[in-house]
Every structure is written in C-alpha cells, then in structure tokens.
C-alpha cells in the first residue's frame, strides 16, 4: 500500500517512536491523526507538523475514548488505512521483593494500556478498514503496525508487567492476521531494542550504558526514524504480514 493519500493514525504519536512515525508518513504524502492522551504535547505536535496532520485527545485502553476518535477520523477524512501503535508505558517491580508482592493494580495498569489498548485500537480500527474500497489489485484494505520489545522475548529483572503486556502483543500478531486476512488486512509488530525516545532519556547513564554495551552494533542507541523506516516498510511491502521484527542492533538483554 502506498502511503501517498492514505490516511493513518498513530498512538502515542506525539513523542518518541510515534512522533518519528507520523512525520514519516507525512514526508510520503500520507493524512496522519495522532491519538494521544496527552493533550498538550498532541496539540503542540499537530500544529509543528502541519495542515495534513491532526491531533484527538485518546485514552486507548478506553472503548468509548477510541471508537469516538475513529469516527471523528471518518466523519473528517472518509477513511482509515493504517493504524500504528505506539502507545505504551512502563513498570520496575519485581514480582516480590523488599515491598513485598508486586501490586496487582500497577500490574493490571501495564497490561490495560500496552497490551489491551493495543488490541483496542486494532480491532477498532480494523472495523473502519473493512469498510474500504481495496487499494491494491491484492485487495488490499488496511495496514496495522503494532509495537512490542525486545522484552518480549528476554525481559529483565523487574519487567515482568511490561515483559507480559509486549509477550502478548507479540502472541497476537499471527492470528490477528489471519482473523483480518479475508478483510484484506495485514498485520506486523516491531519489538524495539533500546531507543533514543523520552522515556529512555529520562534513565541515568547507570541505566543506560550497559543496555548499550548489550547491543552488538551499533553500540549505541536506536534513532526513532530508524523504527519509522521499518514502519513504511510494513506498510508498503505487500508481502509483509503476521510477522514480528526485532530492530534492536542484535541485543540480548542479560537479566540485569
């Protein structure tokens, strides 16, 4: 699917991985709508970015806050074809410790907005694209990126909320695929490594240098246009679907 007079949106697009996302779909000609929950940073976003970039104020782990969103994208532009999330937070709680068990709430928190959230927009979104006209001689409809990590798949001490809610996003991905392959809906996830992104710059260098001295090369941080290159990718390769990329300069993160 060319981007060029798509209309995409993006979660968590006003910062970070999201907001590399959204300016990359604009350079290709794509309308973008970001969906985020913080209303300053989405505004401010919007109106830096320009004219075929618009911003709606969306709690994703919420039905009503999503579908109301997604309609207001239909009312405005006619159609939706992309959906990127990349909306997330994050925990450092053991399952037990000093404080005692890991709080059940902050534990549900983390799953409510990574893993349910995502699933929420997704098949929101998937719902608007099966109203498409096809855009390619495949039949093509509609394009769903999902985020994950790389603690997916070797999460650290401490992880075991955020390691669960990108577990399950990564487990969704094939059969979300399937269940959207007669609508001519394709489905991928990117598990990133350790990104240049708000939250990763918030960490001290203690945090930081040894996550990067786990990467092979480059021993450096992840750019957020290298994970929006990998999101036009998805989204313009035809053949690309059900599949989970790790774009991590070959990390294996060690338990601490």
Do not use: W
């Not at 949106?9 to 000609?29: M, N, P």
């Not at 039905?63 to 074809?81: D, F, M, N």
Request: glycine share 12%; proline share 4%; hydrophobic share 45%.
């Amino acid at each position: 699917m060319e981007l060029q007079n798509r209309v995409a949106v993006v979660t968590g697009g006003a910062s970070g991985l999201g907001r590399a996302t959204v300016e990359a779909f604009l350079a290709r000609g794509a309308r973008v709508v970001i969906f985020d929950l913080n209303r300053d940073a989405g505004t401010k976003t919007a109106a830096e970015l320009g004219g075929h970039c618009q911003f709606e104020a969306v709690n994703v782990a919420e039905e009503a806050s999503v579908k109301a969103a997604i309609e207001r994208v239909l009312q405005q532009t006619g159609a939706l074809h992309i959906a990127v999330n990349c909306a997330g937070i994050g925990s450092a709680i053991k399952t037990y410790g000093s404080r005692g068990p890991h709080p059940l709430a902050e534990f549900q928190k983390v799953i409510g907005v990574n893993l349910v959230g995502t699933f929420n927009v997704a098949r929101l979104a998937a719902e608007a694209m099966a109203a498409n006209d096809p855009v390619t001689a495949d039949g093509e409809r509609g394009v769903i990126i999902n985020t994950a990590s790389v603690a997916a798949f070797d999460g650290q001490v401490g992880q075991v909320a955020y390691s669960a809610s990108k577990g399950g996003v990564v487990g969704m991905t094939l059969p979300m695929a399937r269940d959207l392959a007669p609508q001519g809906i394709r489905v991928n996830v990117i598990a990133p490594g350790i990104f240049n992104t708000p939250l990763m710059n918030a960490a001290p260098d203690a945090v930081k240098g040894p996550l990067i001295q786990m990467t092979q090369f480059p021993k450096r941080l992840g750019q957020p246009a290298e994970y929006a290159r990998l999101a036009c990718e998805m989204v313009e390769n035809g053949f690309f679907n059900g599949e989970v990329v790790r774009l991590d300069g070959g990390i294996r993160m060690a338990a601490r």
